[in-house]
């Protein structure tokens, strides 16, 4: 009786909880959140200061009493509390919002949640994400794999007895698998990923250059320039970086061409390529001929890397194709969860009343 009630006055919502973004997808209204999942709080008191764009423009800039910080790592939880905060801020955000006239009233915060994590999270991490979901205000919270929703998002056919390979390129994790009959055959989840890109571009800048960048500089870097694949002639393409000069500790400015941030792409996106192969050479060949014909698809922010699947698809010697619009891949799967239950309990992997 109860949950009806809840039902009839508070929206059911999909999350995308990534390490870099997090985007919420209201049911009937689609996506209204996409925020950078970032927290600022005061180191003394632990007040919440600010919450994601307005968060991440403090990293890097806060004084000493004041923190800016980034609760989830590789896909997982590192600070519980940061997180439940964020996430009962973004699930009272969509509520917010009464319709005109003397009988509209605002929602009441608790909805049935849906969310995406990495397939390779142990069950501890697993219950720590539904718990802190439960504790933000969610009725009900549901968790499923980011390969399997990704894939649904991309309205790919996950419930035939067809072979289908997603990757899932994110801010911590690169999630591989293969998906038939509604389930995963294979999956492997790798935590490089985005992050781990920006790592590789200030390593080659200090060691190359002698020169101090930070993350948010070098994520501007790759995202401007960028490539895993030579670009022909816009490899010419260059960015102005600006750090500080490690012989002298002062400020220091640089022109760098995309081939070299390319050259410094380049380790991590091989253990990338050397996971995908891995993945292939353990699938069954029944599966393996379907994913032949198919070819292998991509989601996430890091599929938008220029030249990416022109990389994995010479490395690979298949078709790759990119989803439309890769970045809200998973939350649009969660999305379409929430209005196929059947789907839902095929393909959670853990969920349930508070």
Known sequence: MFGKIWQAFSYDIGIDLGTVNTLVLVKGKGILIREPTVVAIHKKTRQILAIGGEAKRMLGRTPAAIEAIRPLRDGVISDFDTTEAMLRYFIHKVHDNPGKGIFSLPRIPRPRVVVGIPSGVTPVERRAVQDACLSAGAREAYLIEEPMAAAIGAKLPVEDPE????????????????????????????????????????????????????ERTAEEAKIEIGSAYPLGEKDDMATVIRGRDLLNGLPKSL??????????????????????????????????????ERGIFLAGGGALLRGLDKKIAEETKLPVYISDDPLTTVVRGCGEVLDNLDLLSKVKVTGGLR
Do not use: F, W
């Not at 080659?204 to 930070?214: E, F, K, N, P, T």
């Not at 050259?263 to 292939?280: D, F, H, N, W």
């Open 163 to 214: 072979g289908i390979l997603i990757i899932d390129i994110g801010g911590g994790t690169t999630e591989i698998a293969v998906i038939s009959l509604g389930g995963m055959v294979l999956n492997k989840s790798l935590r490089i990923a985005g992050d781990e890109l920006d790592e590789e571009i200030i390593n080659y800048m200090r060691v190359r250059y002698g020169m101090l960048i930070g």
């Open 255 to 292: 022109k760098v061409s995309a081939s070299e941030i390319r050259e410094a792409l380049t380790p991590t996106l091989s253990q990338m390529v050397s996971g995908i192969q891995e993945i292939l050479e353990e699938t069954p060949p029944e599966l393996l001929t379907d994913i032949v």
